[in-house]
């Protein structure tokens, strides 16, 4: 593989397009400032005027929220997982039919698998313009995103109407469903009390790691943070490891399937056999199968990256361990 050929598998921070229009709650008030990006596979957006940077998905798909302060993304829930890590700024996750069964605030490097199966939002607290970094399951990440049913009558009130075949219409810009097309059902009682409520003590053991817990565990060799053995134990279809500076060592390595390198802190060193590339904080590089590949820190300084690759296990809801 060339080097120019790699970079069309490395999305840069500085390139992402955003799309401010991807989801319901587009002008809902609040809502209406947030920027969703679909960086690896097709995502979950609404909006055909989404941007996708590269199509093909390792079995599961890479995206990203960003978000001025006290911006919020509204109550939602998907069919897989969905996991998040902080890039930039202080986030609040809020989960429950009303937001209201319990919550965390994260820190730069902090990561989440949100559990499947309960309504999950969140906002920028911080002070500045935020960044998340999202991992769907699956190759069509989960099949979309599941509304509650507030947030689709607030955003009909808004001139947004989401259709049943999962597109968004909107009436301030002339638009009306198709013929044929009729509007999203709302979720019966039957199906809302489907839904888990869990506290934030039954979520964050099992499903919430620390940036610097993870930089100390992770001081010798790589962490597995989520996988059947992981910190976070679970079969979401992919596994997240956390690598630092002292996690790997100078010998080239193989993978049986592509890898996702999302660096967190410092820069990285990417080398192979016909070229080297470097990756910076925010950068997403979708690595392919045996490739022998030797990766590095470019310089001192703290370093730090989140490493996924595709399992074997299906994509679907939050395993259970005895």
Same mark, same amino acid.
């Given at each position: 593989?060339?080097? #120019? #050929?790699?970079? +069309?598998?490395?999305?840069?921070?500085?390139?992402?397009?955003?799309?401010?229009?991807?989801?319901?709650?587009?002008?809902?008030?609040?809502?209406?400032?947030?920027?969703?990006?679909?960086?690896?596979?097709?995502?979950?957006?609404?909006?055909?005027?989404?941007?996708?940077?590269?199509?093909?998905?390792?079995?599961?798909?890479?995206?990203?929220?960003?978000?001025?302060?006290?911006?919020?993304?509204?109550?939602?829930?998907?069919? +897989?997982?969905?996991?998040?890590?902080?890039?930039?700024?202080?986030?609040?996750?809020?989960?429950?039919?009303?937001?209201?069964?319990?919550?965390? +605030?994260? #820190?730069?490097?902090?990561?989440?698998?949100?559990?499947?199966?309960?309504?999950?939002?969140?906002?920028?607290?911080?002070?500045?313009?935020?960044?998340?970094?999202?991992?769907?399951?699956?190759?069509?990440?989960?099949?979309?995103?599941?509304?509650?049913?507030?947030?689709?009558?607030?955003?009909?009130?808004?001139?947004?109407?989401?259709?049943?075949?999962?597109?968004?219409?909107?009436?301030?810009?002339?638009?009306?469903?198709?013929? =044929?097309?009729?509007?999203?059902?709302?979720?019966?009682?039957?199906?809302?009390?489907?839904?888990?409520?869990?506290?934030?003590?039954?979520?964050?053991?099992?499903?919430?790691?620390?940036?610097?817990?993870?930089?100390?565990?992770?001081?010798?060799?790589?962490?597995?943070?989520?996988?059947?053995?992981?910190?976070?134990?679970?079969?979401?279809?992919?596994?997240?490891?956390?690598?630092?500076?002292?996690?790997?060592?100078?010998?080239?390595?193989?993978?049986? +399937? @592509?890898?996702?390198?999302?660096?967190?802190?410092?820069?990285?060193?990417?080398?192979?056999?016909?070229?080297?590339?470097?990756?910076?904080?925010?950068?997403?590089?979708?690595?392919?199968?045996?490739?022998?590949?030797?990766?590095?820190?470019?310089?001192?300084?703290?370093? @730090?990256?989140?490493?996924?690759?595709?399992?074997?296990?299906?994509? =679907?809801?939050?395993?259970?361990?005895?």
């Amino acid at each position: 593989m060339t080097p #120019e #050929e790699m970079e +069309t598998r490395i999305v840069r921070y500085g390139d992402l397009v955003p799309c401010k229009t991807a989801f319901i709650d587009a002008h809902t008030p609040g809502s209406d400032q947030k920027e969703n990006f679909t960086i690896i596979g097709g995502g979950v957006s609404e909006s055909p005027d989404q941007h996708v940077h590269i199509r093909d998905t390792p079995g599961f798909n890479i995206g990203a929220a960003g978000q001025p302060p006290r911006c919020r993304n509204s109550l939602h829930d998907h069919n +897989t997982a969905e996991v998040f890590f902080v890039l930039k700024g202080r986030w609040r996750f809020f989960w429950g039919r009303w937001g209201d069964a319990g919550e965390v +605030t994260l #820190e730069e490097g902090d990561i989440f698998n949100i559990p499947t199966g309960i309504f999950r939002g969140f906002e920028n607290v911080g002070t500045d313009y935020g960044m998340i970094m999202a991992i769907l399951g699956g190759d069509d990440a989960g099949g979309g995103v599941h509304w509650a049913p507030q947030v689709i009558k607030d955003a009909a009130n808004h001139g947004l109407i989401l259709g049943e075949n999962g597109v968004l219409y909107d009436t301030k810009a002339g638009q009306s469903l198709p013929d =044929g097309v009729g509007p999203m059902p709302l979720m019966s009682e039957a199906e809302l009390a489907k839904r888990a409520e869990p506290t934030t003590g039954e979520v964050l053991p099992n499903h919430v790691a620390r940036y610097w817990d993870l930089m100390a565990l992770a001081d010798r060799q790589p962490v597995r943070v989520i996988g059947p053995e992981a910190l976070l134990r679970d079969r979401p279809g992919f596994e997240v490891d956390f690598i630092t500076r002292g996690s790997l060592g100078s010998e080239p390595y193989e993978c049986e +399937t @592509s890898e996702v390198l999302m660096p967190v802190r410092g820069h990285w060193r990417l080398e192979w056999a016909n070229g080297a590339k470097t990756l910076n904080p925010g950068d997403t590089c979708l690595v392919p199968s045996s490739l022998s590949r030797c990766l590095r820190p470019a310089m001192t300084g703290e370093a @730090s990256l989140y490493r996924v690759r595709g399992t074997d296990d299906p994509a =679907g809801k939050t395993a259970t361990f005895a």
